[in-house]
């Protein structure tokens, strides 16, 4: 039975922690109440919703939009989406592999490559982009979806991740694959990738949270309207405009609710060392 002392403690917890999310959550939802009023009236921050909700939303989604009218607010999430997604897939494959061939192969120098991989995260992803975006030019790449996931491929946090966890899965597991006569990619394939599937999962979700909110390199890489992403809509409509605080508003939602959605395989694959 629960004692006074241990109720009265769990409440403050949960009292603190709800305050704590809603203090939080209380920018953006001035920013939605904003964009529920009629339109003409002034966009600022406010905590009265309006009645316009379904019309502001449902002709900000569908408008056409930019100089030349080639993009729409759901063209600029679905870019988003796939620069997010294929951003954060790719990133995670290959660092998955990386960390594979140096912990399973006889790799020369393997330890220094690691530190070499780890090198990057010393450097800004920014300070990269004049000489990638010089190599993507002359691949021609430009104005290409594969122009904005392959030159961001690598990625030493990811392979640091999968190779701190592949070093705690047991030798036997190779050595008895090894007498089924199971090559390196068939006990990649049917035993590493199903352990490593929590801790790929987590990575995946929050590189697709940073693909998501990415803003100079699409910037960068892409100059056709029908190539924006939500970011760069934002930059484009502006920070005052209707149009500009409702796309605030919607880029929020997917990497929101996947967050909540997922958050215990989150916690679970970045932190929890016995799955």
Same mark, same amino acid.
């Given at each position: 039975?629960l004692?006074?002392?241990r109720?009265?403690?769990?409440?403050?917890?949960?009292?603190?922690?709800?305050?704590?999310?809603?203090?939080?959550?209380?920018?953006v939802?001035?920013?939605?109440?904003?964009?529920t009023?009629?339109?003409?009236? #002034?966009?600022?921050p406010?905590?009265?919703? *309006?009645?316009?909700?379904l019309?502001?939303?449902?002709?900000?989604?569908?408008?056409?939009?930019?100089f030349?009218?080639?993009?729409t607010?759901?063209?600029?999430?679905?870019?988003? !989406?796939?620069? *997010?997604? *294929?951003?954060?897939?790719?990133?995670?494959l290959?660092?998955l592999?990386?960390?594979?061939?140096?912990?399973y192969? #006889?790799?020369?120098?393997a330890?220094?490559?690691?530190?070499?991989?780890?090198?990057?995260?010393?450097?800004?992803?920014?300070?990269?982009f004049?000489?990638?975006?010089s190599?993507?030019?002359?691949?021609?790449l430009?104005?290409?979806r594969?122009?904005?996931?392959?030159?961001?491929?690598a990625? *030493?946090?990811?392979?640091l991740?999968? #190779?701190q966890?592949?070093?705690?899965? $047991?030798?036997? =597991?190779?050595?008895?694959?090894?007498?089924?006569?199971?090559?390196?990619?068939k !006990?990649?394939?049917?035993? =590493? %990738?199903?352990?490593?599937?929590?801790?790929?999962s987590?990575?995946?979700l929050?590189? !697709?949270?940073?693909?998501w909110n990415?803003?100079?390199w699409?910037?960068m890489?892409?100059?056709e309207?029908?190539?924006?992403?939500?970011?760069?809509g934002?930059?484009?409509?502006g920070?005052?405009?209707?149009?500009g605080?409702t796309?605030?508003?919607?880029?929020? %939602? $997917? $990497?929101?609710?996947?967050?909540?959605?997922?958050?215990?395989?989150?916690?679970?694959?970045?932190?929890?060392?016995?799955?």
């Amino acid at each position: 039975m629960l004692s006074w002392q241990r109720l009265r403690a769990q409440f403050v917890d949960h009292f603190v922690l709800m305050s704590g999310a809603l203090f939080m959550s209380l920018p953006v939802y001035a920013l939605f109440a904003a964009t529920t009023h009629a339109p003409g009236t #002034r966009v600022m921050p406010r905590l009265d919703l *309006g009645t316009h909700v379904l019309d502001n939303y449902g002709a900000f989604l569908t408008a056409s939009s930019g100089f030349s009218g080639d993009i729409t607010a759901i063209g600029m999430l679905w870019n988003s !989406f796939v620069f *997010g997604a *294929g951003f954060a897939a790719l990133k995670t494959l290959v660092s998955l592999l990386a960390a594979f061939a140096l912990l399973y192969f #006889r790799v020369r120098f393997a330890s220094v490559i690691f530190w070499l991989l780890l090198l990057t995260l010393m450097l800004p992803l920014e300070s990269r982009f004049l000489a990638t975006y010089s190599v993507a030019a002359e691949l021609g790449l430009v104005n290409t979806r594969a122009g904005l996931i392959l030159p961001l491929a690598a990625s *030493g946090l990811g392979t640091l991740f999968f #190779r701190q966890f592949l070093m705690t899965v $047991p030798d036997t =597991l190779q050595e008895s694959a090894r007498m089924d006569g199971a090559g390196p990619l068939k !006990f990649l394939a049917d035993i =590493l %990738l199903p352990l490593c599937l929590p801790t790929a999962s987590a990575l995946f979700l929050v590189l !697709f949270v940073t693909g998501w909110n990415q803003y100079l390199w699409p910037v960068m890489i892409t100059s056709e309207e029908a190539s924006y992403t939500v970011v760069r809509g934002m930059q484009f409509f502006g920070s005052t405009s209707l149009y500009g605080v409702t796309l605030a508003v919607v880029a929020v %939602l $997917p $990497p929101a609710a996947l967050v909540i959605l997922f958050q215990r395989q989150v916690v679970k694959g970045l932190f929890d060392g016995s799955h």
